[in-house]
């Protein structure tokens, strides 16, 4: 999902799977099964907004989860207290922790580069290359999956790519929907192959494998899904039309090749992630080099990345970042890239809140065990057990790294009860929940790009309603995400790239 977790084991933060910690903490009328009900009420809610109504508001989603969190409530037998303090518990788990983090400093990023020209240097060299509307998708897809394995955050890509690559690609002509979702699947791969990844750490960790070994191992199943995504994106890019907008001609006339500074940046971030930085560190360097080079170069001003608006002059309306307006604010490419995700951070804590009730009210539980006793009783379908698993539990916990940690331990029951090697479970756990985690129009990656949409000062906002996309319509075109999971599924049935423990013995799993 994002970022590496420096030191800490990723294998506990959500408090699931085996042991004592996984026995039920609240009792629920109804038993265990009740506790489901906060997050299935959710799935209901966001599945009749989103795909019903066709309403892609994630405030709208915010209430549907604070409704269904109050509704478990009144299920709960005796004293509420231990509900109430399991919201809190799950509020301050890791995973939603390290998500927030990585949106607010690729927000501030991506918003910087933008205030810098960098959409408008990006058209330039898409004309300058001959790089038109049908390939755009195809190129972002590409260059996206490229940026998110480097980074080995999927968000910061996705928040990125929808900032920068996607207006450029929309203005040219590249159809927007299409678009989104050929970004959408390029952090799905950087997600799954990224050695630094959220997902890729944990799918190792708790299968017992290490990193490097599970990395090589899924290299295989990535192309193999990355290559038709890829035809896919070609084919489709030619058949779809784009948007039509007012004065795209005037601007791709004036767009100029100073923005294209900011690859700079850009290459900044990959490569202090790649030299083992936390991806925190990495984009904090490409933020202060983006914002010398806006100012060097004259590219924006001060009061584009930062500015405070006072309503009278006074002695400190000189400084070059207050201004005198109508109201009194704060504003800049800092403000608006970190604001305009506070919705969805309250929605990610919800979510993971709701997801902590289940598990403590062992919900997780019992649907697992019946998973593992009465529906994985071969290998093979022990192994489908695995994939449609992880794919059930990331539709009900929307943020990839925190389905995958629920998720893990019944994965490990299961693969060791057939002697399935610790690389071949963790490449499907990782690979069902990174790909789920970008396409269900309610999931965290796919909500995250649509904010930079709709958010203050969004996309929307700048350009006008054809730069948003409502994320019912992104689903079936994620088209990596939807391969790799059907290769996955398929690897499960046929056997294909299967291991067992005496095949591979795996290496120490390094935890540093």
């Known amino acids: 999902m994002t970022d590496r977790p420096d030191g800490a084991d990723p294998s506990v933060s959500m408090g699931a799977g085996g042991g004592s910690d996984s026995e039920p903490r609240i009792s629920f009328y109804g038993g265990k099964r009740a506790s489901a009900v906060p997050l299935a009420f959710f799935i209901v809610w966001a599945v009749f907004q989103s795909g019903v109504l066709g309403i892609g508001d994630t405030n709208g989603l915010v209430i549907g989860a604070l409704i269904g969190t109050i509704l478990g409530m009144f ?135 290490d990193i490097g070994g599970v990395v090589a191992s899924r290299f295989k199943y990535a192309i193999v899904a990355a290559v038709p995504a890829f035809v896919a994106y070609l084919v489709m890019g030619s058949l779809l039309s784009g948007a039509s907008l007012e004065g795209v001609a005037a601007l791709r006339d004036t767009a100029t090749p100073a923005g294209l500074a900011h690859l700079v940046s850009m290459g900044v971030v990959i490569v202090t992630a790649v030299a083992g930085r936390h991806i925190v560190e990495a984009i904090s360097w490409g933020l202060v080099v983006a914002v010398g080079f806006n100012l060097a170069l004259g590219l924006s001003s001060v009061r584009e990345i930062l500015v405070f608006t006072v309503t009278e002059p006074g002695p400190f309306t000189a400084l070059p970042f207050v201004a005198v307006g109508d109201a009194t604010g704060v504003g800049g490419s800092l403000y608006a890239g970190a604001i305009g995700f506070f919705p969805l951070i309250v929605l ?165």
């Open 348 to 512: 990610t804590l919800l979510i993971v809140s709701m997801a902590q009730i289940m598990i403590r009210g062992g919900g997780f539980d019992a649907i697992l065990e019946f998973l593992l006793n009465a529906v994985a009783t071969t290998v093979r379908r022990a192994e489908v057990t695995m994939v449609l698993g992880t794919a059930a539990i990331n539709g009900m916990i929307t943020i990839n790294t925190a389905a995958e940690i629920a998720i893990a331990p019944y994965v490990a029951r299961i693969g060791e009860k057939f002697n399935i090697n610790g690389y071949r479970r963790a490449n499907v756990l990782d690979a069902n929940t990174s790909a789920l985690g970008y396409i269900f129009p309610w999931a965290g990656g796919v909500l995250v790009g649509y904010q930079v949409m709709v958010g203050p000062n969004g996309l929307g906002t700048k350009y006008g309603p054809e730069m948003v996309v409502n994320p019912i319509e992104v689903v079936p075109y994620v088209f990596h995400g939807w391969f790799l999971v059907i290769v996955f599924l398929a690897a499960a049935v046929t056997g294909f790239g299967r291991e067992y423990v005496p095949d591979r013995p795996s290496e120490e799993v390094s935890r540093a």
């Open 75 to 209: 299920l709960v037998r005796g004293d509420w207290k231990a509900y109430a303090d399991t919201i809190f518990e799950g509020m301050t788990q890791r995973v939603a922790a390290t998500a927030i983090v990585a949106w607010l400093w690729a927000g501030m990023f991506a918003q910087t580069l933008q205030v810098g020209g960098f959409v408008e240097g990006l058209i330039f060299a898409a004309d300058a290359l001959n790089v038109g509307a049908a390939t755009f998708p195809a190129a972002a897809f590409v260059l996206c999956g490229l940026l998110a394995t480097g980074i080995g955050t999927g968000y910061g890509a996705t928040v990125a790519f929808v900032t920068l690559f996607f207006p450029a690609g929309v203005l040219i002509g590249a159809d927007p929907t299409l678009l989104f979702a050929a970004i959408l699947s390029g952090a799905v791969f950087g997600d799954n192959l990224a050695p630094v990844s959220d997902t890729t750490i944990v799918s190792a960790v708790t299968q017992n494998a």
